[in-house]
């Protein structure tokens, strides 16, 4: 997986540019504001938040407890098991980015690079690129929680040389380290907005090429089962493919070199009492490669979630990045996957973390 982060920043390097006054970006700084203002509030008048800015130091966010279960078909949806903390960055030098407290804020996972004051980064995000740096530390207690008890991580709040970059870039959703020395250049890097076409036609025409990897998956072990779920181990090993409910939370269209008919889908299916979501890669009706898991105990709901197809040097080799934008029932999440011949693979599963809170 380590030839991610060099494809990665190799399509951002460029021999040198001009040096540009550096802006330090404090909460409440009018230069942030008047950016994040103008992009979605134009000819709107401007609307005071009520919400005071969190101050450098602790960065917590909170849920949003109003949002309706997203799947009504299946099992009602249950507070997510207090567990091990998503697992971060697979690749040294990628990180998840969240906005929180007015700020930019890098969260700073076990085992990854660890950053210090002025380290640059490129925040890849919603829209676009830009260049940032580590400005101030501050310890989270939204990042994680392990045995039912909140933990602290470190986070990263981060500034930009350039007020209008944070306009550019949009929502962040991942930083990759800059070495010292090096500069990059984005004009190239080409970003699309995944709209989902998930449908019953579409259904009905994966519905058996779907079935038969899901059962395939059952009977090797991929497909784990939860843990109680008696009848689901004793019959997995030889499963029956019409007891397995499905559905298709997202589908969207690529653009990816190699492929006839390239398709991007974020399937649901349930064997006895046991719930798995994944996203997979179809291209026409053949599955291609395995389930990438995207677990249900990480907190947001795929209708949550935005989707966003990154081509750095516009090879028709885009990398998929996943997000939340508004507040979710559990927490924000950022996930990063790289598309291969052999189907996709996932180097980032990161999220905001509130699982301990005694409100569930």
Known sequence: M????????????????????????????????????????????????????????????????????????????????????PAGSRVPGIFAVYEAGGRWMLVEREGSAKPSAGTRFVVIGAHGAGEFRADKSSKTWEAACEGGKKVPRRAWLLSGDDPKAFKRVGTPVIAILLKPGAHFDASRAHFSALTNQAGEPLYQRLENSLRKAVAAELANGEFQMDIGDEEGHRTAANPDPDKIRLKIDFAARLKLAGFESPLLLVEGAEYSRSYRRCLRLVDGDKIVGSCVEMPNELM?????????????????????????????????????????????????????????????
């Not at 006054?21 to 994040?36: F, I, L, N, Q, R």
């Not at 990045?321 to 996930?335: Q, S, V």
């Open 300 to 360: 947001a709901e795929t209708a949550a979630l935005n989707f966003v197809a990154y081509d750095p040097a516009r090879s028709g080799k885009p990398f998929i990045l996943a997000f939340t934008e508004k507040p979710p029932l559990w927490g924000h999440e950022r996930w990063g996957f790289q598309n291969t011949a052999k189907g996709p693979k996932v180097f980032l599963r990161d999220a905001l973390d509130p699982r301990c809170r005694d409100s569930f």
């Open 2 to 85: 380590v030839p991610l982060l060099t494809a990665l920043l190799f399509a951002l390097s460029l021999p040198g540019r001009a040096a540009t006054s550096v802006m330090s970006v404090d909460p409440g700084d009018p230069a942030y504001e008047a950016t994040h203002d103008e992009a979605g509030t134009k000819g709107k008048k401007k609307r005071k938040d009520k919400t005071p800015l969190m101050p450098a130091g602790d960065v917590q966010v909170g849920p949003d407890t109003k949002r309706g279960n997203a799947y009504p078909e299946i099992s009602k949806r249950k507070a997510p098991r207090a567990t091990k903390s």
